[in-house]
T-cell receptor, first 117, second 111 residues
Framework: GAVVSQHPSWVICKSGTSVKIECRSL??????MFWYRQFPKQSLMLMAT?????????EQGVEKDKFLINHASLTLSTLTVTSAHPEDSSFYIC?????????????FGPGTRLLVL | AQSVTQLDSQVPVFEEAPVELRCNYS??????LFWYVQYPNQGLQLLLK??????LVKGINGFEAEFNKSQTSFHLRKPSVHISDTAEYFC?????????FGQGTRLTINP
């Protein structure tokens, strides 16, 4: 149980285009999902907390107009990187909390590697 | 505010040797602690967690950790490692609705 998927696993795009990454909880309902960014050989940096049916809460320094987050259902959250630039290239990981059982544990997706050319 | 310090950025050990990965935390609220493992180019997998109860927590793949409140530590141990344990390990403490991660420890197993 507690499986989180992400799609796509890899994406390469041209500078200036937008990229959408999906995060799904496959076997549980997730009222809260989290989006992280990870640079090579570094820890995870929380970008935003996404609550189903409401606006996401962004961490300080994260541009909400650039990183659009939508959490329209209890099993799906999306992160859209708008007008992507090479400096947005990174590993993006989502996580989700199972609201009905263990509210303290986050389960992570496999990550999406974004390369902006 | 919560914070996590992983004292070793890299830990090389020989196969079948024991290993300890160190983690110290600070927290002003109830303490919930986690260890996650990340294999190359993958997301994080939960190894074990401490929410309450017994201070010795057993997880997957033969790992265990001990919560020590007086020393504010949550060190991860395994009595005998395998090549497949080569990965990055992250300690985390739950803050206000979110996890705070340490910088990670790269465990390298040598044959």
């Amino acid at each position: 149980g507690a499986v989180v998927s992400q799609h796509p696993s890899w994406v390469i795009c041209k500078s200036g285009t937008s990229v959408k990454i999906e995060c799904r909880s496959l076997d549980f309902q997730a009222t809260t999902m989290f989006w992280y960014r990870q640079f090579p050989k570094q820890s995870l940096m929380l970008m935003a907390t996404s609550n189903e049916g409401s606006k996401a809460t962004y961490e300080q320094g994260v541009e909400k107009d650039k990183f659009l987050i939508n959490h329209a259902s209890l099993t799906l959250s999306t992160l859209t990187v708008t007008s992507a630039h090479p400096e947005d290239s990174s590993f993006y990981i989502c996580s989700a909390r199972d609201a009905t059982s263990d509210q303290e544990t986050q389960y992570f997706g496999p990550g999406t590697r974004l390369l902006v050319l | 505010a919560q914070s996590v310090t992983q004292l070793d950025s890299q830990v090389p050990v020989f196969e079948e040797a024991p290993v300890e990965l160190r983690c110290n935390y600070s927290s002003s609220v109830s303490v919930y602690l986690f260890w996650y493992v990340q294999y190359p180019n993958q997301g994080l997998q939960l190894l074990l967690k401490y929410l309450s109860g017994s201070t010795l927590v057993k997880g997957i793949n033969g790992f265990e950790a001990e919560f020590n409140k007086s020393q504010t530590s949550f060190h991860l141990r395994k009595p005998s490692v395998h090549i497949s344990d080569t990965a990055e390990y992250f300690c985390a403490v739950r803050g206000a609705q979110k996890l705070v991660f340490g910088q990670g420890t790269r465990l390298t197993i040598n044959p």
